[in-house]
């Protein structure tokens, strides 16, 4: 057995409850198990509740500053405040909310963003605002292409810095980011399929006026309720969707008939929330610690996985229809995706066979996680050429 395969069959029994041992979960890229001491986060949020009543918020709060510290730290950002919330689809909308539409209608994006931005943003395309979706493809002239589609008139920039459906990195950012720095111009990156899965040291490759919103539902095993948007410490936003944690700053703004607002994170905050989450997640990124499962220890195994997963792939005989993963990993995010028209048909059967897999599309995506071993690599995809083959 390989090192990063003895280290994955080594890690399993802290993932009991989720049975990686008997389940093979190639759904990383979607939702990873979560660690068994997440429990013990969960509790300890009930017993707060139940100890201090109202007075619990002071330990809350403490738990969601150790979940901004974690993803501060895991994208290599000292210089950023981060907002958290239960979903991206929020935060984007607080976010939206305060730029100058009125004056600068125009939104420029790609057409392959995830549902919530694609979403919002359609139906803001629907309204007086012009949205437009650069396609993805070439990915290669996808950053300057996004500067290219920019006017007098854009508001924003947004898009994601690996793809979603196709798992591909998005290369040339920090020049797009400089660009639009310059021109003062926001730019929101998209980095729910970076964050733990990718070493990054925003530090030295991003300019501090990027917002960067991502979650831990992925890679990060938080679960749900992780969410975050990164802010530049000197924003001074006054989003319209505002909540009444924003209040809690020193305002920054002096006393009058307009609503005050602080800066940085404490613009986009918002309300009254469940702190379950962030207890959960708090004892999760202690986890990570106790295992030294630092990203690039992950990205490492992970390259490991994709590696030999591609090796098995490449072993089989398989349909006309189907086309293999090319791109050099070093190309990709954590998942390597199959083609297929058979791809959503396909991913049902190999659940029937214990094989957990998702699709977007013809795509077929395969995400393995730290907790995978090459013996469970080798059993999908001998599973899925059963499926493609109709040998079961």
Same mark, same amino acid.
């Given at each position: 057995?390989?090192?990063?395969?003895?280290?994955?069959?080594?890690?399993?029994?802290?993932?009991?409850?989720?049975?990686?041992?008997?389940?093979?979960?190639?759904?990383?890229?979607?939702?990873?198990?979560?660690?068994?001491?997440?429990?013990?986060?969960?509790?300890?949020?009930?017993?707060?509740?139940?100890?201090?009543?109202?007075?619990?918020?002071?330990?809350?709060?403490?738990?969601?500053?150790?979940?901004?510290?974690?993803?501060?730290?895991?994208?290599?950002?000292?210089?950023?405040?981060?907002?958290?919330?239960?979903?991206?689809?929020?935060?984007?909308?607080?976010?939206?909310?305060?730029?100058?539409?009125?004056?600068?209608?125009?939104?420029?994006?790609?057409?392959?963003?995830?549902?919530?931005?694609?979403?919002?943003?359609?139906?803001?395309?629907?309204?007086?605002?012009?949205?437009?979706?650069?396609?993805?493809?070439?990915?290669?002239?996808?950053?300057?292409?996004?500067?290219?589609?920019?006017?007098?008139?854009?508001?924003?920039?947004?898009?994601?810095? $690996?793809?979603?459906?196709?798992?591909?990195?998005?290369?040339?950012?920090?020049?797009?980011?400089?660009?639009?720095?310059?021109?003062?111009?926001?730019?929101?990156?998209?980095?729910?399929?970076? $964050?733990?899965?990718?070493?990054?040291?925003?530090?030295?490759?991003?300019?501090?006026?990027?917002?960067?919103?991502?979650?831990?539902?992925?890679?990060?095993?938080?679960?749900?309720?992780?969410?975050?948007?990164?802010?530049?410490?000197?924003?001074?936003?006054?989003?319209?969707?505002?909540?009444?944690?924003?209040?809690?700053?020193?305002?920054?703004?002096?006393?009058?008939?307009?609503?005050?607002?602080?800066?940085?994170?404490?613009?986009?905050?918002?309300?009254?929330?469940?702190?379950?989450?962030?207890?959960?997640?708090?004892?999760?990124?202690?986890?990570?610690?106790?295992?030294?499962?630092?990203?690039?220890?992950?990205?490492?195994?992970?390259?490991?996985?994709?590696?030999?997963?591609?090796?098995?792939?490449?072993?089989?005989?398989?349909?006309?229809?189907?086309?293999?993963?090319?791109?050099?990993?070093?190309?990709?995010?954590?998942?390597?995706?199959?083609?297929?028209?058979?791809?959503?048909?396909?991913?049902?059967?190999?659940?029937?066979?214990?094989?957990?897999?998702?699709?977007?599309?013809?795509?077929?995506?395969?995400?393995?996680?730290?907790?995978?071993?090459?013996?469970?690599?080798?059993?999908?995809?001998?599973?899925?050429?059963?499926?493609?083959?109709?040998?079961?």
């Amino acid at each position: 057995m390989s090192d990063w395969s003895t280290t994955a069959a080594q890690l399993q029994r802290h993932y009991s409850a989720f049975k990686v041992s008997e389940r093979i979960l190639l759904t990383g890229h979607s939702h990873q198990a979560w660690p068994d001491v997440a429990r013990e986060g969960q509790l300890l949020a009930f017993d707060h509740a139940t100890t201090h009543v109202d007075d619990k918020w002071a330990q809350a709060f403490a738990q969601a500053d150790r979940v901004r510290t974690g993803f501060a730290e895991r994208l290599g950002d000292t210089s950023g405040e981060y907002v958290l919330g239960q979903n991206t689809q929020e935060l984007l909308v607080r976010w939206l909310s305060a730029l100058p539409l009125d004056r600068k209608p125009h939104l420029v994006t790609t057409d392959g963003e995830f549902h919530s931005m694609r979403r919002l943003l359609a139906r803001l395309n629907e309204t007086d605002l012009t949205v437009t979706r650069v396609a993805t493809e070439p990915v290669d002239t996808l950053a300057e292409r996004l500067w290219a589609a920019c006017t007098e008139q854009t508001a924003a920039v947004m898009c994601s810095m $690996v793809l979603f459906q196709t798992g591909q990195v998005v290369p040339h950012l920090p020049n797009l980011a400089q660009r639009c720095q310059e021109r003062q111009l926001p730019l929101l990156l998209d980095a729910y399929h970076l $964050v733990n899965a990718l070493p990054y040291d925003m530090d030295t490759t991003l300019p501090d006026s990027t917002f960067v919103v991502g979650g831990g539902y992925k890679y990060c095993q938080l679960g749900e309720g992780n969410c975050f948007l990164r802010v530049p410490k000197s924003c001074d936003w006054r989003p319209l969707v505002t909540g009444w944690y924003a209040e809690f700053a020193e305002l920054s703004q002096s006393a009058g008939t307009s609503v005050a607002y602080g800066t940085g994170r404490w613009a986009f905050e918002g309300s009254t929330y469940d702190p379950t989450s962030h207890y959960r997640a708090a004892r999760v990124w202690q986890f990570f610690a106790e295992q030294q499962l630092n990203v690039a220890t992950l990205r490492s195994i992970n390259i490991a996985q994709l590696t030999l997963l591609r090796e098995r792939l490449s072993q089989y005989h398989w349909p006309t229809h189907v086309e293999l993963p090319s791109q050099q990993l070093a190309e990709l995010g954590g998942f390597l995706v199959i083609r297929t028209p058979e791809a959503a048909a396909w991913s049902n059967q190999l659940r029937s066979l214990n094989v957990w897999t998702d699709s977007r599309g013809n795509c077929l995506r395969f995400g393995p996680a730290p907790y995978l071993t090459a013996e469970q690599i080798s059993a999908a995809v001998e599973r899925l050429h059963q499926v493609a083959t109709q040998t079961l």
